[in-house]
């Protein structure tokens, strides 16, 4: 069992930075493959960056791929995801996930450990 607690969000301008950070409790966290998800107004949940259980392999979203950085810190429990120049359209609900998978997948449906997510609002 893992449980997974996000924080971080907050309201920025276009152009800020903010660091996410998911905290997992559970002394499985290390064997899993972890993600963050965002979901907008209206719009259904995506993938946005994803990481392998040792952290060597890491998978973005178009949408996000040279901005956002995840990264993962086995000792302490922790996922963080760095995301710089951001954009109004980053505006959403970002989602921490863990899949007992080994590859890293952008599918919610492998995801089986999900936080209760943070609100990331950007201003024009």
């Known amino acids: 069992q893992v449980q997974l607690v996000e924080s971080g969000g907050g309201l920025v301008q276009a152009g800020d930075s903010l660091r996410l950070s998911c905290a997992a409790s559970?002394?499985?966290?290390?064997?899993?493959?972890m993600g963050w998800f965002r979901q907008a107004p209206g719009k259904e949940r995506e993938f946005v960056a994803g990481?392998?259980?040792?952290?060597?392999?890491?998978y973005y979203a178009d949408s996000v791929k040279g901005r956002f950085t995840i990264s993962r810190d086995n000792g302490k429990n922790t996922v963080h995801l760095q995301m710089n120049s951001l954009k109004p359209e980053d505006t959403a609900v970002y989602y921490c996930?863990?899949?007992?998978?080994?590859?890293?997948?952008?599918?919610?449906?492998?995801?089986?450990?999900w936080g209760q997510g943070t609100q990331v609002t950007v201003s024009s």
């Open positions: 559970g002394r499985t966290f290390s064997t899993y493959t």
């Open positions: 996930a863990g899949s007992p998978l080994v590859v890293v997948s952008t599918s919610e449906g492998e995801y089986t450990y």
């Open positions: 990481i392998s259980w040792r952290g060597r392999t890491t």
